[in-house]
């Protein structure tokens, strides 16, 4: 007498399983992978940037430049004396997150926001800040100049609105609106530039412009 062949049976039954179960649900994890290796090859670039020319002094101009080319992150520092006979340039690589959240501290005071203003207060020393960046398929830079950031944070004037009446041709000008045009996040921003860095880039940093300053 045969035996009927519940092995056999079984492995045909779980080979079908098997079939029915690719067929229903590999579309939706085939769209899902896709997705998730399209956001993984998207390309994530951000780049900012802080130059200072100094009017005075043995060191003519410094510049700060934070990269970040899809998670590959780097600071970099570079001066020139006024003779214009010694630069000093290095770039250091950056382990973990401190561009990114430089990055984003630099947006929170306004990285996007604020825009040149007129050389006023101490003019010797002339700040550049330029940012770009690239999401996935979006891309932007924006670039700003300004001097003095604590008189531009503390002081900067006052900015008056004259409104016209025609039933009124001479303005009141006892009663003008005015606003102040003090902004701190200049100052800021400068603040982020000079605290960023971990110890070594900064003694690093110091060592070049002591160097500098002697030549």
């Known amino acids: 007498m045969r ?46 940037d802080e130059a200072i020319t100094h009017d005075k002094g043995p060191i003519a101009r410094e510049e700060w430049r934070l990269d970040n080319d899809n998670g590959r992150s780097s600071a970099s520092y570079t001066a020139e004396n006024r003779a214009g006979t010694r630069i000093a340039k290095f770039t250091s690589p950056i382990q973990g997150y401190d561009v990114t959240f430089a990055f984003q501290k630099l947006v929170q005071d306004g990285l996007w926001e604020l825009q040149t203003r007129p050389l006023r207060g101490d003019t010797s020393n002339i700040y550049t800040v330029s940012v770009a960046q690239v999401d996935g398929g979006r891309s932007g830079t924006h670039k700003f100049s300004f001097a003095d950031p604590h008189y531009l944070a503390t002081t900067a004037g006052r900015q008056y609105e004259i409104h016209l009446d025609k039933n009124k041709p001479v303005p009141d000008l006892i009663t003008l609106n005015s606003t102040s045009t003090a902004d701190p996040r200049y100052q800021q921003v400068v603040d982020d530039f000079a605290s960023f860095g971990p110890p070594q880039f900064k003694k690093t940093v110091a060592a070049a412009r002591e160097k500098l300053l002697r030549s």
């Open 3 to 48: 035996r009927f062949p519940t092995t056999l049976l079984i492995v045909i039954v779980a080979i079908a399983g098997l079939i029915a179960g690719w067929k229903i649900f590999w579309p939706a994890e085939s769209q899902r992978y896709q997705a998730v290796n399209s956001v993984r090859n998207q390309r994530s670039e951000l780049h900012v």
